[in-house]
Nanobody, 116 residues
Framework: VQLVESGGGLVQAGGSLRLSCAASGSTFNVNAMVWYRQAPGKQRELVAAITSGGTNYADSVKGRFTISRDNAKNTMYLQMNSLKPEDTAVYYC????????????WGQGTQVTVSS
């Protein structure tokens, strides 16, 4: 499975961006798709996840970010609204199986920078 993120960029505080993660290859065993982010000097953190059971979000982004997926296009999205400078990070797409730990795929990351 190959994952390619897009949609990052520079935006002012209060603005919006939509990230995309396009998956190719054999994705039928993947049951979870997740957005992570990593800010300079910080550990990578989960931002939002989507599975067949629903969605979940980090407390820091609840009410501002929305994760979704289009199965027909094999693409996952992260709509980010009301962006804050502390949202600045490299955002990574992850696709994995919760039933087979060997099925764990990552994109290359896309930079999101929020200016104050």
């Amino acid at each position: 499975v190959q994952l390619v993120e897009s949609g990052g960029g520079l935006v002012q505080a209060g603005g919006s961006l939509r990230l995309s993660c396009a998956a190719s290859g054999s994705t039928f065993n993947v049951n979870a798709m997740v957005w992570y982010r990593q800010a300079p000097g910080k550990q990578r953190e989960l931002v939002a996840a989507i599975t067949s059971g629903g969605t979940n979000y980090a407390d820091s982004v609840k009410g501002r970010f929305t994760i979704s997926r289009d199965n027909a296009k094999n693409t996952m999205y992260l709509q980010m609204n009301s962006l804050k400078p502390e949202d600045t990070a490299v955002y990574y797409c992850n696709a994995r199986s919760d039933y087979d730990i060997t099925l764990d795929y990552w994109g290359q990351g896309t930079q999101v920078t929020v200016s104050s």
